[in-house]
């Protein structure tokens, strides 16, 4: 029997919120940094302190320091918080599914934003030829395989030489100059990026991100599935068309892809009560309502930050000296 969803559905708006809210946060965080390192250019101490949350932005070192902890069992001195925050977003994912691209990461927020202004505009998205798509989803992979790849093969000793070095000592600042003074490639490349992502719902994401395709492989293992039951649903196919990830939402029991990023927005759709839901493994699977996973996340994140700021595992222990030595030269700072 169909029954009709009274219950207003919100986690749409629940997961916006979160992602302005990690947005504004980023945004907050690159501007402390730019403040910090324009000191060292100019060479006037205006007191700003050097924000560690930066290092988000730096998962290679993040990679490079996992491998060290499990290795050895003691966290590298240099860019922990980018170990604390790459272990955080892969414990996400594989609890929460690849909830880090559809609830946090501000590249995925400003995709979405994209393509959602390309769908009001145009009344639709585009989807490349199943030719076209399906091999250059393997990109993202052979990118990840890369990078992997290099960070397996270096030993403990390789990766504390390198992250000692000038290069990862300031390899923040240098991802700063990379955005202030962008060549022309780069810009081209972005610009080609910025309009496929009007067309083309998560065109980064979903062709390009090694990141997101190391959260989507975590979150394979994660037990929270979309389900469908199949007797309430009334095969309307608003869940399918509505999904980012352009997965066939109406005719699976349930998504398993690695490409599913928990963003509900299938579940937010759907007009008959109980056919869709996150849920646990099981029989009687409890369903899982947004609310749980956007406090998931908030207690992961504050709760790991927390403590690794509680055990000396997050800022970076590099005297004002080093940085005045190091910044005016970090775009001529070659790799070792
Ligand atoms: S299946 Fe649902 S939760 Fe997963 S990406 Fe598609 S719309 Fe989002
Ligand atoms: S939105 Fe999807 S799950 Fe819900 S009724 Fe329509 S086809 Fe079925």
Redesign the pocket.
């Known amino acids: 029997m169909l029954i009709r969803r009274t219950a207003e559905d919100i986690s749409q708006p629940l997961r916006r919120t979160v992602q302005v809210a990690f947005l504004l946060l980023n945004l907050w965080i690159g501007f402390q940094f730019y403040q910090f390192v324009r000191q060292f250019e100019t060479g006037v101490w205006r007191g700003w302190q050097r924000p560690a949350g930066v290092e988000g932005w730096l998962p290679i070192a993040g990679m490079m320091n996992s491998k060290v902890l499990l290795l050895t069992g003691y966290a590298p001195e240099v860019h922990p918080a980018a170990m604390v925050l790459f272990l955080v977003f892969v414990t996400s994912s594989l609890l929460l599914?690849?909830s880090f691209c559809?609830w946090l990461c501000p590249v995925g927020t400003l995709s979405e934003y994209l393509w959602s202004l390309g769908r009001e505009t145009f009344r639709r998205t585009w989807t490349l030829p199943k030719w076209l798509d399906i091999p250059l989803r393997g990109l993202k992979y052979l990118l990840l395989g890369f990078f992997l790849y290099a960070v397996v093969s270096m030993t403990v000793t390789d990766i504390e030489g390198f992250l000692r070095s000038p290069y990862g000592l300031i390899a923040d600042v240098r991802m700063l100059n990379f955005f202030r003074a962008l060549s022309v490639t780069a810009a081209i490349i972005i610009g080609l990026l910025t309009i496929g992502s009007v067309f083309i719902a998560n065109f980064w994401c979903r062709y390009l991100c090694p990141y997101g395709a190391l959260m989507g492989l975590a979150a394979l293992l994660s037990p929270l599935r979309?389900r469908r039951n199949k007797e309430r649903c009334i095969d309307c196919a608003k869940?399918a068309k509505?999904?980012?990830?352009?997965?066939p939402?109406d005719r699976l029991t349930q998504?398993r892809?690695a490409?599913?990023?928990?963003?509900?927005?299938?579940?937010a759709v759907c007009p008959a009560e109980g056919a869709?839901a996150?849920k646990l493994p099981g029989r009687k699977s409890r369903i899982v309502r947004p609310e749980w996973i956007a406090a998931a996340i908030a207690i992961l994140l504050v709760a790991s930050v927390t403590t690794a700021k509680w055990t000396g595992h997050w800022e970076t222990p590099l005297p004002a000296h080093v940085y005045q030595r190091l910044v005016p030269l970090a775009s001529e700072t070659g790799h070792p």
């Open positions: 599914r690849k559809g979309i869940c509505v999904c980012p990830a352009q997965l939402v998504i892809s490409e599913c990023m928990a963003c509900m927005s299938c579940i869709l996150m």
